[in-house]
């Protein structure tokens, strides 16, 4: 089956610009997450979808950070102004509940560098 | 905040060496899984140990959990290059989101 797909894989923009990140999931999966990923650090939950509906938006900076998932199914996150300190790789995954557990599939990322 | 803390933060080992890593972590939790990261690259899941389990394998890979003791190891047998990766931690407590800790990055010298 098809991965996640992210796009796109790199991305520098100037401090106080905008910008958009686009995330195909794995067909079928309900659920779909947007992490951020600080160099030398793990992935930290920025929201999380159930279909259309946000699940978890508890760390988001709502004042800059966006995200919606129509119909869904792909989803895109925007930053808006964007700062130094959100330069960091920003992972899409999705996943499919499997009984009592589940795991994660994660895309391959988009690296974004804020100047 | 990080749920999970990986120990070591780095593991330099020769091929064919064993590698171990740990894991801690502070709340219950429902199970805890182990991510592969190689340099650029998305998260690849590795294995899944349930909180009511002990012990788990798959190929080289064994996990231990200690739900007593708040910690989770995981072990590479017989290491490869190509096992030069950062491994997470991540912690299910019911949420259905996962925590990653900070990870631990092992580098195998051929």
């Known amino acids: 089956e098809a991965g996640v797909a992210q796009s796109p894989r790199y991305k520098i923009i100037e401090k106080r610009q905008s910008v958009a990140f686009w995330c195909n999931p794995i067909?079928?999966?309900?659920?779909l997450y947007w992490y951020q990923q600080i160099l030398g650090q793990g992935p930290k939950l920025l929201i999380q979808?159930?279909?259309?509906?946000?699940?978890?938006d508890s760390q988001l900076p709502k004042d800059r950070f966006s995200a919606e998932r129509l119909k869904g199914v792909d989803s895109t996150l925007k930053i808006q102004p964007a700062k130094l300190e959100d330069s960091a790789v920003y992972l899409c995954?999705?996943?499919?509940?499997?009984?009592?557990?589940?795991?994660?599939?994660f895309g391959p990322g988009t690296r974004l560098t804020v100047t | 905040s990080q749920q999970g803390e990986e120990d070591p933060q780095a593991l330099s080992i020769q091929e064919g060496e064993n590698a171990t890593m740990n894991c801690s972590y502070k709340?219950?939790?429902?199970?805890l899984q182990w991510y592969r990261q190689n340099s650029g690259r998305g998260l690849v899941h590795l294995i899944l140990?349930?909180?009511?389990?002990r012990e788990k394998h798959s190929g080289r890979l064994r996990v231990t959990l200690d739900t007593s003791k708040k910690s989770s190891s995981l072990l590479i047998t017989a290491s490869r290059a190509a096992d030069t990766a950062s491994y997470f931690c991540?912690?299910?407590?019911?949420?259905?989101?996962?925590?990653f800790g900070s990870g631990t990055r092992l580098q195998v010298q051929p």
């Open positions: 991540a912690t299910d407590t019911g949420r259905r989101a996962l925590t």
């Open positions: 979808f159930q279909n259309n509906g946000v699940v978890d």
């Open positions: 140990i349930r909180s009511n389990e």
């Open positions: 067909s079928g999966h309900a659920t």
């Open positions: 995954a999705s996943s499919s509940y499997r009984g009592l557990a589940y795991e994660q599939y």
């Open positions: 709340t219950s939790i429902n199970n």
